[in-house]
């Protein structure tokens, strides 16, 4: 499994709103000069964040974007699906299309779909506020 910039990038912004915590919008543009991200492509992962209702945006003068809830009901899992699709280790263990062929024969499979456990488990398990906590201990 490999985590895209989308995903990674989604992250740092969410743990940035949760650093900053407040009630007041960030405006894209300032999240976009402190993450070093192009504000073109931060404006395509916030309209994600944004429909799944991760964050509330407001438009025009005085807007920006914000957490709607605190930073402990946010998991890295949650944000992670939300911008990355799945987080399976291999294909084998997706369902649709890109399922494979092999997947009722397969002796390994078994293995595969207790590391998707194991990597869902491990990313459900930590919040935005853990994040938080852990970088102060550095």
């Known amino acids: 499994m490999i985590v895209s910039t989308k995903g990674r990038y989604a992250l740092r912004v969410m743990v940035r709103f949760a650093l900053i ?9 300032e999240i976009a000069e402190a993450e ?14 944004s429909k799944a209702g991760f964050v509330d945006a407001v438009h025009g003068k005085g807007g920006g974007y914000r957490l709607n809830r605190k930073p402990r009901e946010y998991t890295v ?3 992670l699906k939300l911008t990355e699709g ?15 062929a092999r997947s009722t024969c397969c002796q390994t499979k078994p293995m595969w779909e207790k590391l998707d456990q194991m990597i869902d488990s ?9 994040l938080l906590e852990e970088s102060k201990k550095d």
């Open 21 to 29: 915590g407040g009630e007041g919008y960030i405006p894209l543009k």
């Open 122 to 130: 491990f990313f459900e398990g930590i919040t935005l506020a853990d």
């Open 86 to 100: 799945s987080l399976a280790a291999v294909s084998c263990t997706t369902q649709g299309p890109a399922a494979c």
């Open 77 to 79: 899992g949650s944000i």
């Open 36 to 49: 070093n991200i192009s504000q073109k492509y931060l404006e395509s992962i916030m309209t994600t964040l």
